[in-house]
């Protein structure tokens, strides 16, 4: 009964102020469309940057062994280190927290050609994990290199998206196909699918040539690996597997387990927690902006309602008069400022979704990436309108409730 009463109320004063009511709404759904579509694009901006970094591998750690900075047992410093694929093996055996783990080799500005092309390219030599943990995934009807390429030396190459462009042309299946590695016949067995990557620490891999290390080491003679590339088992126990990385390899070739410059390290996931806390702290921000902007919303529902008091108030005075409750005419300003509120929520959020939805259509995912609406950020924003329905419809409910009728209708 009362929400049918303060239904044809609200109604009533619709039709005779339609436009105060349209502007009303609309601050709240400029401002609910602002706080969404603000997140929104914060949120896929931080999925477009994680996807990028992630091209590189996903929490992986590169390290390679340089010189020692520190005396140790007699040792003097500046002896070089040189880790080789039997310390792969080692490490793999040795470190339970070691998830993947793989040499590196590498050969820059090799020759390769097909038919009357040749082209200029880096060579790596790497073990099956590698791909994996590079995220150098192949495309359909080709693959990564096995087991078996390693054992018996086989001469295939895995090649980067862009080499496999510039070298056989736009739309060639390459898979199968005979090229020359510095003079040596090798078969592609596969083609990297094209990747997001903004990092690298020897050239984009879309542009290298990845052979097996085996091979790599019969053709070319390497004995001493360039980088060792490893994930743990479980991230956040990242630092106790880098550290015994290092403790090992101590052990083994006599140099402090403390020294940082005899085995260096890229850790990828110290990139990853810097942009998860920038993000959130940037997220925040654009939450705090819009919010500001809801707020300012808020503040023209508050003064309307303030308005439509002052409007109403003999007619206050008269259902208090006849006995209505000081609850009821609350409720009435509620009710009356939560519809409002709601209207207004509902258009932005609708406004919003249709801009999400039709934004990736424009082409602009590899530079911001898709604007996502998630549960987050529905629950802040409706978090944030539902307080602010509440405080601009409570007030001036107050007010009018406070009222004495013979007060009222003498104004």
Same mark, same amino acid.
């Given at each position: 009964?009362?929400?049918?009463?303060?239904?044809?109320?609200?109604?009533?004063?619709?039709?005779?102020?339609?436009?105060?009511?349209?502007?009303?709404?609309?601050?709240?759904?400029?401002?609910?469309?602002?706080?969404?579509? @603000?997140?929104?694009?914060?949120?896929?901006?931080?999925?477009?940057?994680?996807?990028?970094?992630?091209?590189?591998?996903?929490?992986?750690?590169?390290?390679?062994?340089?010189?020692?900075?520190?005396?140790?047992?007699?040792?003097?410093?500046?002896?070089?280190?040189?880790?080789?694929?039997?310390?792969?093996?080692?490490?793999?055996?040795?470190?339970?927290? #070691?998830?993947?783990?793989?040499?590196?080799?590498?050969?820059?500005?090799?020759?390769?050609?097909?038919?009357?092309?040749?082209?200029?390219?880096?060579?790596?030599?790497?073990?099956?994990?590698?791909?994996?943990?590079?995220?150098?995934?192949?495309?359909?009807?080709?693959?990564?290199?096995?087991?078996?390429?390693?054992?018996?030396?086989?001469?295939?190459?895995?090649?980067?998206?862009?080499?496999?462009?510039?070298?056989?042309?736009?739309?060639?299946?390459?898979?199968?196909?005979?090229?020359?590695?510095?003079?040596?016949?090798?078969?592609?067995?596969?083609?990297?699918?094209?990747?997001?990557?903004?990092?690298?620490?020897?050239?984009?891999?879309?542009?290298?040539? @990845?052979?097996?290390?085996?091979?790599?080491?019969?053709?070319?003679?390497?004995?001493? #690996?360039?980088?060792?590339?490893?994930?743990?088992?479980?991230?956040?126990?990242?630092?106790?597997?880098?550290?015994?990385?290092?403790?090992?390899?101590?052990?083994?070739?006599?140099?402090?387990?403390?020294?940082?410059?005899? #085995?260096?390290?890229?850790?990828?996931?110290?990139?990853?927690?810097?942009?998860?806390?920038?993000?959130?702290?940037?997220?925040?921000?654009?939450?705090?902006?819009?919010?500001?902007?809801?707020?300012?919303?808020?503040?023209?529902?508050?003064?309307?309602?303030?308005?439509?008091?002052?409007?109403?108030?003999?007619?206050?005075?008269?259902?208090?008069?006849?006995?209505?409750?000081?609850?009821?005419?609350?409720?009435?300003?509620?009710?009356?400022?939560?519809?409002?509120? #709601?209207?207004?929520?509902?258009?932005?959020?609708?406004?919003?979704?249709?801009?999400?939805?039709?934004?990736?259509?424009?082409?602009?995912?590899?530079?911001?990436?898709?604007?996502?609406?998630?549960?987050?950020?529905?629950?802040?924003?409706?978090?944030?309108?539902?307080?602010?329905?509440?405080?601009?419809?409570?007030?001036?409910?107050?007010?009018?409730?406070?009222?004495?009728?013979?007060?009222?209708?003498?104004?």
């Amino acid at each position: 009964m009362y929400l049918r009463n303060y239904l044809r109320q609200f109604l009533r004063d619709v039709r005779a102020q339609k436009l105060r009511l349209f502007l009303t709404v609309f601050g709240l759904v400029w401002g609910t469309a602002a706080v969404t579509l @603000m997140l929104a694009f914060g949120e896929g901006l931080h999925r477009q940057v994680l996807v990028a970094q992630k091209g590189l591998g996903d929490a992986i750690v590169i390290a390679w062994p340089s010189r020692t900075s520190k005396p140790w047992q007699g040792l003097p410093r500046g002896r070089r280190i040189q880790l080789t694929d039997e310390d792969v093996t080692l490490l793999r055996t040795e470190i339970e927290g #070691i998830k993947n783990i793989s040499e590196e080799y590498s050969q820059d500005g090799a020759r390769i050609t097909y038919g009357k092309k040749a082209l200029s390219v880096d060579i790596s030599g790497s073990n099956v994990e590698f791909g994996s943990m590079r995220s150098m995934n192949p495309q359909e009807g080709g693959r990564y290199l096995n087991q078996l390429d390693l054992d018996e030396r086989r001469r295939v190459v895995f090649l980067g998206d862009q080499l496999t462009i510039d070298l056989f042309g736009e739309g060639v299946d390459a898979v199968g196909e005979k090229v020359r590695i510095d003079g040596s016949p090798f078969t592609v067995i596969g083609v990297m699918v094209q990747k997001e990557q903004d990092s690298s620490y020897s050239g984009r891999d879309k542009d290298k040539a @990845m052979i097996p290390s085996t091979t790599f080491r019969a053709i070319y003679g390497s004995k001493y #690996i360039e980088n060792l590339i490893f994930q743990a088992k479980d991230v956040q126990k990242i630092e106790s597997v880098k550290k015994a990385v290092i403790a090992t390899a101590a052990n083994k070739y006599r140099f402090d387990p403390t020294d940082e410059e005899a #085995i260096q390290m890229w850790d990828t996931t110290e990139g990853t927690k810097f942009l998860d806390t920038f993000f959130l702290v940037f997220r925040g921000f654009l939450g705090i902006v819009g919010a500001l902007t809801l707020v300012v919303g808020g503040i023209g529902v508050s003064n309307i309602m303030n308005v439509v008091v002052e409007e109403r108030t003999k007619e206050i005075g008269i259902k208090m008069a006849l006995g209505a409750k000081r609850r009821y005419v609350i409720g009435q300003f509620l009710f009356e400022t939560l519809l409002i509120t #709601i209207v207004g929520g509902i258009a932005g959020f609708l406004i919003s979704w249709g801009i999400c939805a039709a934004f990736p259509s424009l082409g602009f995912q590899e530079f911001i990436g898709d604007p996502r609406i998630s549960f987050q950020v529905a629950a802040i924003t409706t978090t944030i309108l539902g307080a602010i329905g509440l405080l601009a419809g409570y007030f001036p409910a107050r007010t009018a409730a406070n009222l004495r009728p013979v007060e009222a209708l003498r104004m």
